[in-house]
């Protein structure tokens, strides 16, 4: 049920559970049982989340109504949602890239036939 991974470092990945849009720190260590350590992050969701990105110490999460944007703690052990950007262009958003000041989101439209189309929308402050 995972959909989104990003990497915080070469041993700290944040990943999305999709159903439920709980977020978690998975910390890579050969010496923690099975090769790591998963944590959850405190207090941000984004139900039905998807291919995330990161963008500065900020989670852009499409999350099908549109994006989910999370503020991570330095220690990604606790997050905040400061804004959930919606737009009538949005369809069932499921990836987003950062092209300077503009966020590109992917609208698969699960129940409509291809072509799938991309939003462009302003990044957040």
Do not use: C
Request: glycine share 8%.
């Amino acid at each position: 049920n995972l959909q989104g991974v990003v990497a915080l470092s070469d041993t700290r990945l944040v990943v999305v559970k999709y159903f439920d849009g709980a977020l978690y720190r998975i910390d890579l260590d050969p010496q923690a049982p099975q090769g790591r350590t998963i944590t959850p992050i405190a207090d941000a969701t984004a139900r039905l989340g998807s291919k995330m990105i990161l963008d500065g110490n900020r989670l852009v999460v499409p999350d099908e109504d549109g994006l989910s944007v999370v503020e991570l703690d330095a220690e990604a052990t606790r997050g905040t949602v400061i804004t959930q950007m919606r737009n009538p262009s949005f369809h069932d958003a499921t990836g987003v890239a950062r092209v300077g000041d503009r966020y590109l989101v992917v609208n698969a439209g699960w129940n409509d036939p291809p072509p799938y189309t991309i939003s462009s929308v302003p990044v957040t402050s």
